[in-house]
């Protein structure tokens, strides 16, 4: 849209994600989050009508995440010596630049107390960082010699990282103890999931439990398995979810959803793992079909 001196963006078609790390959804309000090159598309699904923040240093983006409250946006960039960002959602300005990447990002995320963010490299940059946003610190860091696809916090001071024959769980509260002092970056204290049998899968999704089932861990595989981890880092149980690939996995008190190929999302109990329902999905010529004000056929009885 052109305005006086001024040309607006008005719409973004398309997405240049290609892991679930570079799509994210506030539970706050429902926005969706993704990347279009340099361009983070902020949908409102409900209204069908974009915001977007643009990236000014012209790297385009390759993973976000919202803050627990809605309110922020971090990033991480493609490309040599990238930077993870933070932004602000309503003003659409940046608040928190930090570098600490050599050759890309593959996924970030917010604490749940919002004091900390990490980041993982690509598999060239094997580190993994934990910064302390708000004051533009890095307090902890290590490296990881697997491809990570994904990440998440717990609430309970860790997170874990899953990818290429990895599920790790990363300790901030034992990476404390090592050195008081955190005006200095500290070792980042990881510890390897037990696997078992299913050590040669890559993990492509990952959730922490929440409430009463906090310490458990639960993760998607690419050839659509769904595990849990327990408090002791244990695969505990797995399923497999009958699809020829899953993408994505989240997590609340009471389900599990798991996103697959087709566009199908599996839900299943969390206390359990016990098998629930698909979601509906959308007709495929866009109709809405609870719109349907009237019977096209009748029924004969």
Same mark, same amino acid.
């Given at each position: 849209?052109?305005?006086?001196?001024?040309? @607006? /963006?008005?719409?973004?078609?398309?997405?240049?994600? &290609?892991?679930?790390?570079?799509?994210?959804?506030?539970?706050?309000?429902?926005?969706?989050?993704?990347?279009?090159?340099?361009?983070?598309?902020?949908?409102?699904?409900? %209204?069908? %009508? &974009?915001?977007?923040?643009?990236?000014?240093?012209?790297?385009?983006?390759?993973?976000?995440?919202?803050?627990?409250?809605?309110?922020?946006?971090?990033?991480?960039?493609?490309?040599?010596?990238?930077?993870?960002? !933070? +932004?602000?959602?309503?003003?659409?300005?940046?608040?928190?630049?930090?570098?600490?990447?050599?050759?890309?990002?593959?996924?970030?995320?917010?604490?749940?107390? @919002?004091?900390?963010?990490v980041?993982?490299?690509? &598999?060239? =940059? @094997?580190?993994v960082?934990? +910064?302390?946003?708000?004051? =533009?610190?890095?307090?902890?860091?290590?490296?990881?010699?697997? %491809?990570?696809?994904?990440?998440s916090?717990?609430? =309970?001071?860790?997170?874990?990282?899953?990818?290429?024959r990895?599920? %790790?769980? +990363?300790? /901030?509260?034992?990476?404390?103890?090592?050195?008081?002092?955190?005006?200095?970056?500290?070792?980042?204290?990881?510890?390897?999931?037990?696997?078992?049998?299913?050590?040669?899968?890559?993990?492509?999704?990952?959730?922490?439990?929440?409430?009463?089932?906090?310490?458990?861990?639960?993760?998607?595989?690419?050839?659509?398995?769904?595990? &849990?981890?327990?408090?002791?880092?244990m695969?505990e149980? +797995?399923?497999? /979810?009958?699809?020829?690939?899953?993408?994505?996995?989240?997590?609340?008190?009471?389900?599990?959803?798991?996103?697959?190929?087709?566009?199908?999302?599996?839900?299943?109990?969390?206390?359990? @793992?016990?098998?629930?329902?698909?979601?509906?999905?959308?007709?495929?010529?866009?109709?809405?079909?609870?719109?349907?004000?009237?019977?096209?056929?009748? !029924?004969?009885?």
């Open positions: 849209i052109y305005a006086g001196d001024y040309v @607006m /963006l008005e719409k973004v078609l398309g997405i240049t994600t &290609q892991t679930s790390s570079g799509l994210a959804c506030d539970p706050n309000t429902g926005q969706i989050a993704y990347p279009t090159g340099c361009v983070v598309v902020i949908l409102n699904p409900q %209204k069908n %009508k &974009q915001r977007h923040i643009f990236n000014t240093s012209r790297k385009t983006l390759s993973a976000l995440s919202f803050s627990p409250d809605g309110k922020f946006i971090v990033t991480g960039e493609n490309g040599h010596r990238p930077a993870v960002r !933070v +932004w602000d959602v309503e003003e659409k300005m940046q608040v928190s630049e930090l570098h600490g990447h050599k050759h890309g990002v593959a996924c970030v995320a917010f604490s749940p107390n @919002m004091k900390y963010i980041s993982v490299g690509y &598999q060239h =940059d @094997m580190i960082n934990v +910064w302390d946003w708000k004051k =533009d610190t890095l307090v902890a860091s290590n490296k990881v010699s697997c %491809k990570v696809i994904a990440v916090f717990s609430e =309970d001071s860790y997170f874990v990282t899953v990818g290429h990895h599920v %790790k769980f +990363w300790f /901030l509260d034992a990476s404390r103890e090592v050195k008081v002092n955190l005006s200095h970056t500290v070792p980042l204290v990881g510890r390897s999931g037990l696997l078992g049998e299913l050590h040669n899968n890559i993990f492509c999704g990952v959730a922490c439990g929440q409430g009463k089932l906090l310490g458990n861990t639960f993760c998607v595989s690419y050839s659509g398995l769904l595990c &849990q981890f327990n408090e002791k880092r695969l149980k +797995w399923i497999d /979810l009958k699809v020829s690939l899953a993408n994505c996995i989240c997590v609340s008190e009471e389900f599990i959803f798991c996103g697959c190929a087709n566009g199908t999302v599996r839900i299943f109990h969390s206390h359990n @793992m016990h098998y629930l329902t698909d979601l509906p999905k959308p007709h495929y010529l866009g109709v809405d079909v609870a719109k349907e004000l009237e019977p096209r056929y009748k !029924v004969l009885t």
